[in-house]
């Protein structure tokens, strides 16, 4: 059983920031990649950031400069710094681990249950 959990969302002003973390626990062989994804109602999920266990990352456009992702390997914690937050941040976000869960089994994703974003004046 591996779980993800998510925290630190919430209301924030346009240019404000947030930080959020997101721990795996659980039954974990290896992690590979971690990530963070948001989804609007109507809307398809999309990729904001992802980070290897080497810590490459990569960026959706819309956050290049803004946002950073960041991961701890001993606590199986990955972060996501939110700087100059816009209205059109505003969203569900979900954490993303691609991990084993022993030596001899295939790699899979698991999600968080989401934390609401919310930027508003």
């Known amino acids: 059983q591996v779980q993800l959990v998510e925290s630190g969302g919430g209301l924030v002003q346009p240019g404000g920031s947030l930080r959020l973390p997101c721990a795996a626990s659980?039954?974990?062989?290896?992690?590979?990649?971690m990530g963070w994804y948001r989804q609007d109602p109507g809307k398809q999920r999309e990729q904001v950031a992802t980070?290897?266990?080497?810590?490459?990352?990569n960026y959706a456009d819309s956050v290049k400069g803004r946002f950073t992702i960041s991961r701890d390997n001993a606590k199986n914690t990955v972060y996501l710094q939110m700087n100059s937050l816009k209205s059109e941040d505003t969203a569900v976000y979900y954490c993303n681990a691609v991990l084993t869960t022993a030596w001899f089994a295939r790699s899979r994703d698991y999600w968080g249950q989401g934390t609401q974003v919310a930027v508003s004046s």
């Open positions: 980070i290897t266990s080497g810590g490459s990352a």
């Open positions: 659980g039954s974990i062989f290896s992690i590979y990649a």
